[in-house]
Nanobody
Framework: QVQLVESGGGPVQAGGSLKLSCVAS????????MRWFRQRPQNQREWVAT???????HYTDSVLGRFTISRDSPKNALYLEMDNLSPEDTAIYYC???????????????WGQGIQVTVFA
């Protein structure tokens, strides 16, 4: 089975930075798209950023210029560098990966357990 484990969250002062990590383990043949989502208090889960298997990157408008998504494919790892954080970035952050577990299998979606980021003024 596949597991995604996130780390790097916590409390941070407004204007500060945090770097989230998400590492996949288990039966993994290939990972295509990797994404970050977040769920702010009393809001639905929302998409934050995507990095494809080819390295194409997209961000939601609210984080453009402040967040940087990256990946280390040999390590099955996904990162989110978050700079100039504001209280509005307070949320539980989730990683999601599209993973093929064997050469013959279809892609499946796997989620991390979520990690809290709290930005205080």
């Amino acid at each position: 089975q596949v597991q995604l484990v996130e780390s790097g969250g916590g409390p941070v002062q407004a204007g500060g930075s945090l770097k989230l990590s998400c590492v996949a383990s288990g039966n993994i043949f290939y990972i295509s798209d990797m994404r970050w989502f977040r769920q702010r208090p009393q809001n639905q889960r929302e998409w934050v950023a995507t990095i494809s298997g080819q390295g194409n990157i997209h961000y939601t408008d609210s984080v453009l210029g402040r967040f940087t998504i990256s990946r280390d494919s040999p390590k099955n790892a996904l990162y989110l560098e978050m700079d100039n954080l504001s209280p509005e970035d307070t949320a539980i952050y989730y990683c999601k990966m599209n993973i093929r577990t064997t050469p013959q299998s279809a892609f499946e979606e796997f989620w991390g357990q979520g990690i809290q980021v709290t930005v205080f003024a």
